[in-house]
């Protein structure tokens, strides 16, 4: 649901980033620019390479941008030091990693008790376990992320990010490792989050389904965010 009288959960403004290597300068992003309200859903596509991942990363607060700022719930991350903006990180925001970025030497179950712990939540196993459960990986809580297979290890990365019922859930092809029926079920869960608990969702798809599933689609073409329409969606 967009509320578009309220401010912003999220905004970039003129967002770029600049990778430098012995191999020359990469420059992503123009000026760009993004707002997003409380309770929306936003597809992010784009070809590979256009940028996307990075920029996720900016919006989050895990990557700095070499021009611009990002405001979240009011806050300027650049004015931010480390601490505060992990502490907003840690209160606000959820990111399922597309590579997943689970922390080897922990079972599924205490990936997912982590970051409510540190958040100090009260019942952080029992609610991890819930989460867990949720994505159909109970059975596999005492698991190590190496004895679970690429889809099981995505399923983990979504239940640790639900698990602290975020303000904001940032995720970079959440589907991408799962077979159709499991990746229905996962995107079903993802909405029910955004309808009943109005967490804005910040997805980067190539699913076309999921998609669809979205209040809006930016493009990413040309270091700029365009609305797509249906229509014009690749098939
Ligand atoms: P996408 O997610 O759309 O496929 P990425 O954001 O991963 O694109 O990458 C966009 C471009 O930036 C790619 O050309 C990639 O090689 C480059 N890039 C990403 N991260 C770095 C980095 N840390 N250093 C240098 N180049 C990078
Ligand atoms: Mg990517």
Request: hydrophobic share 35%.
């Amino acid at each position: 649901m967009t509320s578009p009288e309220s401010d912003p959960v999220i905004q970039a403004i003129g967002l770029s980033k600049q990778f430098d290597s012995h191999n020359g300068s990469l420059s992503l992003f123009s000026e760009l620019g993004l707002a997003i309200h409380q309770g929306e859903s936003v597809a992010i596509v784009g070809p590979s390479g256009s940028g996307k991942s990075t920029l996720l990363s900016l919006l989050a607060g895990l990557d700095n941008p070499s021009t611009g700022d990002v405001i979240i719930a009011g806050q300027s991350l650049t004015r931010l030091d480390d601490i505060a903006r992990a502490r907003l990180r840690s209160e606000h925001l959820s990111f399922i990693f597309q590579s997943f970025h689970l922390l080897p030497e922990l079972s599924a179950l205490e990936n997912v008790i982590l970051p409510l712990e540190i958040r100090g939540q009260q019942n952080a196993a029992a609610q991890a376990y819930h989460w867990l459960d949720q994505v159909g990986l109970a059975d596999r809580q005492h698991h190590y992320p190496t004895t679970l297979s690429g889809g099981e290890q995505q399923r983990v990365a979504i239940a640790r990010a639900f698990a602290t019922e975020p303000t904001l859930l940032f995720a970079d092809e959440p589907t991408g490792n799962l077979d159709d029926q499991t990746g229905e079920s996962i995107i079903n869960q993802l909405f029910s989050l955004n309808q009943q608990r109005q967490t804005t969702l910040v997805l980067i798809t190539h699913d076309n389904s999921l998609a669809k599933r979205c209040d809006r689609t930016l493009q990413l073409h040309n270091g700029q965010l365009q609305p797509l329409q249906h229509e014009e969606r690749p098939q």
